[in-house]
């Protein structure tokens, strides 16, 4: 149990770099910032399973031991399973947020250009009019010949 338990504090130092990382790239998404409360909640569910552990008396630890067997350190497990599938979970959520933003400044950028274009073209197409009028006005005027 006590290797259990300092594998699971090795892995939280990790945990929460990533977290606070990811919160400052993508602070304005509220998916990733409701994975980060979730993970800083397993955070102290592995924290608090690990304390209780430690405060318990050696004879409750071994009687313990001794009645749930194999099961033993099942609770720490799970919390530590817990924690890295939340983290795994955030670092995907990121990954789609990066995807969602990127493809939106790609739309914008397609929207601006093509505002731009448009603008160009109606411009072109205003002078050719009027250059074409200006340059040969007997298409205005009508012509009869007998």
Not at 12 to 26: D, F, G, T, V
């Amino acid at each position: 149990m006590r290797i259990d338990i300092c594998e699971a504090f090795e892995t939280i130092p990790e945990a929460i770099a990533i977290a606070q990382q990811l919160q400052e790239m993508y602070a304005s998404a509220s998916t990733l910032q409701s994975h980060a409360d979730r993970l800083y909640v397993a955070i102290l569910d592995v924290l608090q399973l690990s304390i209780s552990w430690y405060n318990r008396k050696p004879w409750l630890k071994s009687f313990d031991a001794l009645k749930r067997g194999k099961d033993y350190d099942r609770d720490l497990t799970m919390a530590v399973s817990a924690l890295k599938s939340l983290q795994e979970r955030m670092e995907k959520q990121a990954a789609l947020q990066a995807q969602v933003e990127q493809q939106s400044s790609m739309l914008s950028l397609l929207n601006v250009s093509k505002a731009s274009l448009t603008r160009i073209l109606d411009h072109n197409m205003t002078k050719m009019i009027f250059a074409g009028t200006q340059s040969s006005p007997s298409c205005l005027t009508y012509e009869h010949t007998v």
